[in-house]
């Protein structure tokens, strides 16, 4: 198989603080089979030591099989991909990534670059809340698509996990007074099902689970019910897929290396029923964009994502749901930023080369001006934080950068139009030239008819030097007038 782990978000030795690889970020996404193509970024979350790279090792055989019916291949071979192994200790630590992107056709034609990842346990005695909820919050914002991997069943603890995650749902979306949530998708994989009797495996099994789970009733506590009626509001989609064990051999056999003839036969079967349901092309979920809604994102924004969220995540050691909506505010501010200011030099462009000659400064001035108001108010537009400036000062500092980088840019314009205008100016400087050196020329064809029929050429030939002197001697005094009118025509 090709293809390995790449580690992307590290933990240092020294400071046990986590660091961003940019490298070999932008060596995965930005390859050039991911290109400007929408991405779909699949990643599995949870506690360690509960099968979350043995899932990730599935996912990676799917895509390299592209899909095709008998994708898990010979069933006594071993599993390879992300490293995993049984035992009481770890093996991911911060987030790894396949350093292959899988590109998928959809049915509409569209291709999709699918992005996997891995991540280190959470939310288990080992790891701190701090570091879990960083981690979780990380796979949470650049992910399309993430499988909270868990054992047994779906238990209060787990939903309290996502306390702080629901709450900035809540926060953002009552904030701004939008529709949209701030997460994609979110899967409930529970493994090792107990109670199939009465729920069954797979996905509506699941599906029953969840809705019987998350109903908010008079009984709970408050911060109970408040966590519910935030995964609604936080999420875009919310499904749950409950799982047989694996089977025993897998757990007891010390040599055990992944072979799908040595796992449980109902585990498997469900296995090729879930894998697909994430990463058929007709199920991919695209990551969206933070700068154009409802568009998706590309490997190049998603680079900027991870980039901004690590910046903040590092100034303000807490996650707190505060915290994720400033991370929130400055993405998209940053993002919309970029996309206003490509939006000007467009409308710039577009103005400019309609005219195919050099402008005025009124008229250079004037575009500027229109152009730059149609950036500003794609900003205030796309960036519903920009609304409200009294609740997201970030927004607001980022609309004067983005002025203040028109401004800086309409210097360049200036600039050619002033090349183009001594361009001009040289233009008609030799059309003086041609225009004199053509009479000079006319007069001495002249003299040359009248010396054939025997007429005396002294007057003539007189003339001929004279306009050709007189022009050649006018040039220099015509380049400095045509060039004066511009600069005088120019203020």
Same mark, same amino acid.
């Given at each position: 198989?090709?293809?390995?782990?790449?580690?992307i978000?590290?933990?240092?030795?020294?400071?046990?603080k986590?660091?961003?690889?940019?490298?070999?970020?932008? #060596? @995965?996404?930005? $390859? =050039?089979?991911?290109?400007? +193509?929408?991405?779909?970024? /699949?990643?599995?979350?949870?506690?360690? &030591? !509960?099968?979350?790279?043995?899932?990730?090792?599935?996912?990676?055989?799917?895509?390299?099989?592209?899909?095709?019916?008998?994708?898990?291949?010979?069933p006594?071979?071993?599993?390879?991909?992300?490293?995993?192994?049984?035992?009481?200790?770890?093996e991911?630590?911060?987030?790894?990534?396949?350093?292959?992107p899988?590109?998928?056709?959809?049915?509409?034609?569209?291709?999709?670059?699918v992005?996997?990842?891995?991540?280190?346990?959470?939310?288990?005695?080992?790891?701190?809340?701090?570091?879990?909820?960083?981690?979780?919050?990380?796979?949470?914002?650049?992910?399309?698509?993430?499988?909270?991997?868990?054992?047994?069943?779906?238990?209060?603890?787990?939903?309290?996990?996502?306390?702080t995650?629901?709450?900035?749902?809540?926060?953002?979306?009552? #904030? @701004?007074?939008? $529709? =949209?949530?701030?997460?994609? +998708?979110?899967?409930?994989? /529970?493994?090792?099902?107990?109670?199939? &009797? !009465?729920?069954?495996?797979?996905h509506?099994?699941?599906?029953?689970?969840?809705?019987?789970?998350?109903?908010?009733?008079?009984?709970?506590?408050?911060?109970?019910?408040?966590?519910?009626?935030?995964?609604?509001?936080?999420?875009?989609?919310?499904?749950?897929?409950?799982m047989?064990?694996?089977?025993?051999?897998?757990?007891?056999?010390?040599?055990?290396?992944?072979?799908?003839?040595?796992?449980?036969?109902?585990?498997?079967e469900?296995?090729?029923?879930?894998?697909?349901?994430?990463?058929?092309?007709?199920?991919?979920?695209?990551?969206?964009?933070?700068?154009?809604?409802?568009?998706?994102?590309?490997?190049?924004?998603?680079?900027?994502?991870?980039?901004?969220?690590?910046?903040?995540?590092?100034?303000?050691?807490?996650?707190?749901?505060?915290?994720?909506?400033?991370?929130?505010?400055?993405?998209?501010?940053?993002?919309?930023?970029?996309?206003?200011?490509?939006?000007?030099?467009?409308?710039?462009?577009?103005?400019?080369?309609?005219?195919?000659?050099?402008?005025?400064?009124?008229?250079l001035?004037?575009?500027?001006?229109?152009?730059?108001?149609?950036?500003i108010?794609?900003?205030?537009?796309?960036?519903?934080?920009?609304?409200?400036?009294?609740?997201?000062?970030?927004?607001?500092?980022?609309?004067?950068?983005?002025?203040?980088?028109?401004?800086?840019?309409?210097?360049?314009?200036v600039?050619?139009?002033?090349?183009?205008?001594?361009?001009?100016?040289?233009?008609?400087?030799?059309?003086?030239?041609l225009?004199?050196?053509?009479?000079?020329?006319?007069?001495?064809?002249?003299?040359?008819?009248?010396?054939?029929?025997?007429?005396?050429?002294?007057?003539?030939?007189?003339?001929?030097?004279?306009?050709?002197?007189?022009?050649?001697?006018?040039v220099p005094?015509?380049?400095?007038?045509?060039?004066?009118?511009?600069?005088?025509?120019?203020?």
């Open positions: 198989m090709s293809g390995h782990p790449v580690p978000v590290v933990q240092t030795n020294d400071s046990l986590f660091e961003l690889d940019e490298d070999a970020l932008k #060596s @995965i996404l930005l $390859n =050039s089979a991911v290109g400007d +193509k929408p991405v779909c970024v /699949v990643a599995v979350a949870g506690a360690f &030591r !509960q099968g979350k790279s043995f899932l990730m090792n599935l996912l990676v055989k799917y895509c390299a099989n592209k899909g095709s019916a008998n994708w898990l291949g010979n006594s071979q071993p599993l390879e991909g992300f490293v995993w192994r049984g035992g009481i200790d770890g991911t630590t911060g987030i790894n990534i396949w350093s292959e899988f590109v998928f056709t959809k049915p509409t034609g569209e291709k999709v670059a992005i996997l990842m891995d991540t280190q346990g959470t939310f288990d005695f080992k790891t701190s809340m701090q570091d879990s909820t960083f981690i979780f919050a990380l796979t949470l914002l650049t992910s399309s698509v993430t499988v909270y991997n868990l054992m047994n069943n779906i238990r209060e603890d787990d939903l309290m996990n996502l306390q995650f629901c709450t900035f749902g809540t926060l953002a979306q009552n #904030s @701004i007074n939008q $529709n =949209s949530c701030a997460f994609q +998708k979110l899967l409930f994989l /529970v493994r090792d099902w107990n109670f199939p &009797r !009465q729920y069954p495996y797979g509506q099994g699941g599906k029953t689970v969840l809705k019987r789970i998350l109903t908010v009733n008079e009984d709970q506590e408050p911060a109970h019910q408040d966590i519910r009626e935030g995964l609604g509001k936080s999420f875009e989609e919310l499904e749950c897929y409950l047989p064990h694996i089977g025993m051999r897998a757990i007891r056999d010390e040599d055990f290396d992944g072979q799908l003839n040595q796992l449980d036969e109902e585990f498997v469900h296995m090729k029923l879930l894998v697909p349901r994430l990463l058929a092309p007709e199920n991919l979920v695209e990551k969206l964009s933070a700068a154009q809604s409802g568009q998706p994102a590309t490997g190049e924004e998603l680079v900027r994502l991870f980039r901004t969220y690590m910046a903040v995540f590092r100034e303000r050691r807490a996650v707190l749901p505060t915290t994720l909506v400033q991370i929130m505010v400055r993405v998209k501010s940053d993002e919309t930023c970029k996309m206003a200011f490509e939006l000007y030099k467009r409308t710039m462009d577009s103005k400019i080369e309609s005219r195919g000659r050099s402008l005025e400064d009124s008229f001035n004037s575009y500027h001006s229109e152009s730059k108001r149609v950036a108010t794609a900003y205030n537009t796309a960036n519903q934080y920009a609304r409200n400036n009294a609740s997201f000062a970030t927004a607001a500092e980022v609309r004067e950068i983005l002025v203040m980088n028109i401004d800086e840019h309409f210097r360049t314009y600039q050619k139009n002033d090349e183009m205008k001594l361009d001009e100016v040289g233009s008609r400087s030799r059309l003086y030239i225009g004199g050196l053509a009479v000079a020329g006319a007069t001495a064809l002249r003299a040359g008819v009248l010396t054939a029929s025997g007429v005396s050429l002294g007057p003539v030939v007189a003339t001929a030097v004279g306009v050709g002197s007189v022009a050649l001697k006018a005094w015509a380049a400095k007038s045509i060039y004066a009118r511009f600069l005088q025509r120019g203020r």
